[in-house]
């Protein structure tokens, strides 16, 4: 199960918090007193949440199922109260759906706030739709590994003042001076430029197919 890292309202991490055998077994005892029924409902509360993310298009479904319940026994561990572990399971579930479609927001907003990456001179002629690129963009940045996509659409989100404030903040959380994250962000945008200019190609390619067979 992956560990369960909460943020503050202002963006800044928490302590992390790591499951415990403890806290599992506290858990899988508030399921049901006997053993081996326990972990059965423990799988089965486990297929139901990873199909209340798929229902709901959240990308990374079995990872935000096992966030839920190490949320949960996170707050079993702080001995809270919890009556109804499977009504309380989908409360926890609906906030972080919530939180997912907050960052994706975010995202989108930093995506359309990113420079203008450097392509090839035909491909600025035959692709300069804003959907096209945003579209390829989107497609390139789910390639990255998470804390890389996270690191390019933070360092480039924001304007003047708020930019700088940003990466100030990047350069506290990673530990590493502000020449440091630059670099890491150079190697990352060189990434999505070959990626980007990849996939505009690819859709001149399948377009150029499309109009062969409409005429």
């Not at 963006?11 to 899988?28: N, Y």
């Not at 609906?94 to 975010?106: A, I």
């Not at 700088?164 to 530990?175: A, C, F, W, Y």
Request: neutral net charge; proline residues 3%; charged residues 35%.
């Amino acid at each position: 199960m992956a560990d369960a890292e909460g943020y503050s309202d202002a963006g800044s991490p928490r302590r992390k918090w790591a499951l415990t055998k403890e806290a599992l077994d506290r858990l899988l005892a508030c399921l049901d007193s006997d053993v081996e029924a326990a972990g059965e409902k423990y799988l089965l509360l486990r297929r139901n949440l990873v199909r209340y993310f798929e229902g709901r298009g959240c990308p990374f479904a079995e990872d935000h199922a096992d966030e839920s319940i190490n949320r949960i026994a996170k707050r079993l561990d702080e001995s809270e109260d919890i009556r109804d572990l499977n009504g309380y399971a989908y409360g926890i579930a609906r906030l972080l759906l919530l939180e997912v479609y907050k960052e994706r927001e975010r995202e989108e907003r930093a995506l359309k706030e990113l420079p203008l990456l450097r392509l090839v001179d035909d491909d600025r002629a035959e692709f300069d739709q804003v959907g096209d690129r945003l579209e390829c963009l989107n497609h390139c940045l789910e390639r990255l590994p998470p804390d890389g996509r996270q690191l390019i659409v933070a360092y480039y989100q924001g304007e003047s003042q708020s930019r700088i404030e940003n990466r100030k903040r990047l350069t506290e959380s990673l530990g590493i001076p502000n020449r440091a994250l630059r670099s890491r962000a150079v190697r990352i945008r060189e990434k999505l430029e070959a990626c980007l200019s990849t996939c505009l190609k690819k859709r001149r390619a399948g377009t150029t197919q499309n109009q062969l067979f409409d005429h």
